[in-house]
């Protein structure tokens, strides 16, 4: 008796309509993607999307620096997305054809190093590190300069014994080559990037929130406000109550023929004059054959003697005494300098007399970066009351301001005298052109109630000084203080900006750089700094000396601090030391031809002690996985002279790369596949022609040729 076989209910889950189960879809469908994945169509998209990102990565270099292609491109998750997809379909590519067949070995050994390459590249990026280590000859070195890690440094400074107490280290994320802070976004990646482009810069939205590197449970709090990948220096003037005043001086000048009238300070540096409070005076050359100075007074009188100075009462000079008389009145005296030395001269009206006794000049040295001028004409008086000891008094040439009888102790330890007269030396300027290469000089003086005062000096008849010009200063105008409207050359000066007291204060602007000039390129922060609610702010620029971190003081809250924008100091696992550095030029040139440098290396965990290995431009050093190669050297400035004192510090680039030999591999797979590809399907994994003839009896309607390899073939087919 037949039976019947029980055919599945078309309402069964298992078997939907179509006659297809539920689990057979799933996979057709994993089929199918596993089938995409091994395309041909997904290669030439991965290969079209990897060659436009490439292309994009090296305009991005071109335009923004080596730094910012690898953190906006090449260590980007959206790179590594697309070499996972490449990966992904060569895999496929390979496995889609197992069992593979002999012909088939060029094809996975290619396909096998190219995968092997890929994760070579992984491990690179992921585990590959570098830095930076520089020594001198004799000195050792325990670490090495990661010189893309930057990282803030804060340390405590004890006020008695001037020693650190502890410092903390804060990483820091650059994020790129583009500034933020201070009304400008953050862009972290490539989407922020082309987002801010398209829409003209309104997004993404700038943050006036602070990135906050201090951690939970440090005894302040740091912050970076604002971010320049590329900076530099400049200095702001501040009004400040414990500041000096500080004037910025304009000096022009219009020559025959010249169609305008052009700066002769141009540089700001140049332009701004401040005072030291010990001297009250500072003198510089105006970028012209012309003295200017800037000088400042607490006292009426002194405003009187720079509008109208003797100059008919000495050639050399006078100093004016200013003194009380016997009624207590305030009187003056000029005592002419061609006096003979050592002859007292009663001052009138009182019991007071004064005699010469040297005039001379004080040499500034390190001094004349503030006063502006190598050397001070001084004049030494002895001042004595009726029949007492002589009191010695000092005068220095314009400096009204400085004291007079200089506070020193007394042969018994006692009080020091006190000055018995005020003495303004005024020396008429030095402009003869036998002994002096100024034809000018112009003087700005601050006096009281923040008023401002000038005179001009010129050559007169027989290269003698005589007064030009003299008045009150109105802040912005321009005064011709030199020739005329008809006259060959005019010089005009003005004084632009006046602060009564003020401070210096160091910042940073944004410069411009482009290209491989972003790795040369010094970034710089704003950073604010809390310590028991008390906050500074200081601007740093990134410091990478190869020696110790380059420290700034800065004190908060009546506390001393020290802080240092550096980057992360890795230590080497082992001591190295610069026996000797050799560079040789080409001859009558500063081009060098080698430069070599003798190390030692001192590791005991390795065995190795005083180890001595020789680096240059092609012969590298590698130790405990670390290889050292002859980067650059720089030579050694005494910071003194400027000048180069003949030594040079020798600069090594150190690399690890755990993924070099797995690249090294993978290329070598490569290359063996294509060679196995492409020229050896004649020869090793060929059948002789067998295969096509099979082919062609099969076409034809033949009984194939009675060769076993022939069978294969057929079976094969």
Known sequence: MATATKQPSSASPAT??????????????????????????????????????????????????????????????????????????????????????????????THTGLLVLIAGSYVHFQSGDEGLVGMQEGESRREMLRTDFPVFRLREVDPHTSQPTATYAMPFDETGPFPWGDGQPRIRNIFDLTVNRLTGGMFPRPHDEADVLSREGDPFTLAVRQYLPASAPATVREPDPKGQPMARMLLKFKGPGMPEARDANPEDAAQWFKLDRRF??????????????????????????????????SPTGVARFRYADKEGKER????????????????????????????ATFPTGELARTVGEDAIPIAVFDIKKGDGEPIEHVAMGAMPMFPNVIPRATDDGGKPPEALARIHLMLPPDLDPRTSSMFGQIDVLAAPGDKLYYRAFGRGKDNKPELRSSGPVTIGKEMNVFGGADAAMTLTFQVAEYHPSAVERRIYRPALAIGTQMDEALPACLIDVTVDGATESIWLQRGESLDAPLYRPLPIGGRSFEIAYDVDRKPLGFELKLK????????????????????????????????????SMNEPMTHRGLTFYQMRYSPLVDPRTGQRTGEF??????????????????????????????????????????RERALAAKKAGLPPPDEPETRQAEEEL
């Open 580 to 615: 000797d550095f050799e560079v040789g030029f080409e001859p009558g040139t500063e081009q060098p031809t080698k430069f070599v440098s003798t190390v030692a290396v001192d590791d005991p965990g390795q065995a190795a002690t005083e180890e001595e290995h020789v680096i």
């Open 16 to 109: 939907p309509e179509g006659g297809r189960s539920v689990w057979g879809r799933i996979l057709a469908a994993i089929d199918e993607l596993y089938r995409f994945l091994a395309s041909l169509k997904l290669a030439v998209l991965s290969l079209s999307s990897l060659a436009l990102a490439l292309a994009f990565a090296t305009w991005f270099e071109s335009t923004y620096g080596t730094k910012a292609v690898q953190a906006f491109v090449y260590q980007s998750a959206w790179f590594s997305l697309l070499l996972a997809f490449l990966a992904i379909n060569i895999l496929c590519a390979a496995t889609i054809r197992f069992p593979w067949k002999k012909r088939q070995t060029g094809f996975v050994i």
């Open 280 to 313: 009250q005076r500072v003198a510089r050359s105006g970028g012209m054959p012309t003295l200017m100075s800037f000088a400042h007074v607490d006292r009426p009188e002194y405003v009187e003697d720079f509008l109208n100075p003797p100059l008919d009462a």
């Open 332 to 359: 003056s005296y000029d005592f002419v300098l061609e006096t003979k030395a050592g002859e007292f001269i009663p001052l009138p009206d009182s019991d007071l007399s004064v005699s010469l006794d040297k005039l």
């Open 649 to 690: 510090q020798s600069v090594f680039q150190v690399g690890s790369n755990p993924g070099r030999p797995i690249i090294y591999f993978g290329s070598l797979l490569v290359v063996l596949g294509t060679f196995a590809q492409f020229y050896m399907r004649a020869g090793l994994f060929s059948d002789g022609g067998r």
